[in-house]
């Protein structure tokens, strides 16, 4: 088994086993969060919407959330401070109530806003997100409300088998690189139709994660190899192929 191997199937065991408690840095004994810690990332949530979206019309935040491994019993020490900010669209009359194309446009909006910016609470590295829906595996905190909405479970985990997950993870880490590998070699590389079709698999890669607490595993370690990112990378060089003037 290669050195590399090993270490994916460390933090395999890691996200298969879940600790005695919340995290301590986040959460009191009762499971609230602390006050200031939930004053700080309020605070930081308020600046980057209005940096963001602040100001356009017909836009409204639902709740802000904590998600992740730390709103779950499967953190560690190094584990970013997760939070999503939902929005919805109540009649905004130039942005798309299409879920995706939503998202994706709030997404480019905090690009733009923030494209190299960390934001830290304390020591931890909080990493801000928008979007429109609902979704959660391992837990879900309300910081606008102060409760939890998808309480956190250690059994979650339960009947899942590390070496079937090393399996699975292996052979899709392969057959992304493969169908990367095919995507550079064929002629839609350079197309329209090429980008979109890389951008589709990406997306397909990506909406499985929040189907299971299997496939959210899945998706953690390939994110570690960052595969992801490189499917990311080879849609962008294919959309900037296919709008180069020839």
Same mark, same amino acid.
Request: aromatic share 12%; glycine share 4%.
């Given at each position: 088994?290669?050195?590399?191997?090993?270490?994916?199937?460390?933090?395999?065991?890691?996200?298969?086993?879940?600790?005695?408690?919340?995290?301590?840095?986040?959460?009191?004994?009762?499971?609230?969060?602390?006050?200031?810690?939930?004053?700080?990332?309020?605070?930081?949530? /308020?600046? #980057?919407?209005?940096?963001?979206?602040?100001?356009?019309?017909?836009?409204?935040?639902?709740?802000?959330?904590? /998600?992740?491994?730390?709103?779950?019993?499967?953190?560690?020490?190094?584990?970013?401070?997760?939070?999503?900010?939902?929005?919805?669209?109540?009649?905004?009359?130039?942005?798309?109530?299409?879920?995706?194309?939503?998202?994706?446009?709030?997404?480019?909006?905090?690009?733009?806003?923030?494209?190299?910016?960390?934001?830290?609470?304390?020591?931890?590295?909080?990493?801000?997100?928008?979007? +429109?829906? /609902?979704?959660?595996?391992?837990? =879900?905190? +309300?910081?606008?409300?102060?409760?939890?909405? #998808?309480?956190?479970?250690?059994?979650?985990?339960?009947?899942?088998? #590390?070496?079937?997950?090393?399996?699975?993870?292996?052979?899709?880490?392969?057959?992304?690189?493969?169908?990367?590998?095919?995507?550079?070699?064929?002629?839609?590389?350079?197309?329209?139709?090429?980008?979109?079709?890389?951008?589709?698999?990406?997306?397909?890669?990506?909406?499985?994660?929040? +189907?299971?607490?299997?496939?959210?595993?899945?998706?953690?370690?390939?994110?570690?190899?960052?595969?992801?990112?490189?499917?990311?990378?080879?849609?962008?060089?294919?959309?900037?192929?296919? =709008?180069?003037?020839?």
């Amino acid at each position: 088994m290669t050195e590399q191997r090993v270490e994916i199937k460390d933090i395999a065991i890691r996200l298969l086993t879940p600790n005695d408690t919340l995290d301590v840095r986040v959460f009191d004994t009762h499971k609230k969060m602390y006050s200031e810690l939930r004053k700080t990332l309020l605070s930081e949530a /308020n600046f #980057v919407y209005n940096r963001c979206l602040g100001g356009i019309e017909g836009l409204k935040v639902d709740d802000i959330y904590l /998600n992740g491994s730390s709103a779950s019993y499967f953190y560690y020490d190094g584990s970013d401070l997760d939070m999503r900010i939902n929005v919805s669209n109540i009649g905004c009359p130039y942005i798309t109530n299409n879920r995706e194309e939503f998202e994706a446009f709030m997404s480019a909006m905090k690009n733009g806003a923030f494209p190299d910016t960390s934001f830290k609470a304390g020591n931890r590295l909080v990493d801000i997100k928008f979007s +429109s829906h /609902n979704f959660e595996i391992v837990g =879900l905190y +309300s910081i606008l409300q102060d409760k939890w909405v #998808v309480e956190p479970r250690k059994d979650i985990v339960e009947g899942l088998d #590390v070496d079937d997950i090393m399996e699975e993870y292996t052979r899709r880490f392969y057959a992304i690189k493969d169908y990367m590998r095919e995507m550079v070699e064929s002629d839609k590389m350079n197309t329209i139709e090429g980008a979109e079709e890389v951008e589709q698999y990406y997306k397909n890669c990506i909406l499985r994660s929040s +189907s299971s607490i299997r496939e959210y595993i899945l998706f953690k370690l390939l994110n570690y190899r960052g595969i992801h990112k490189q499917l990311r990378e080879l849609f962008n060089d294919s959309l900037k192929a296919a =709008l180069t003037l020839k």
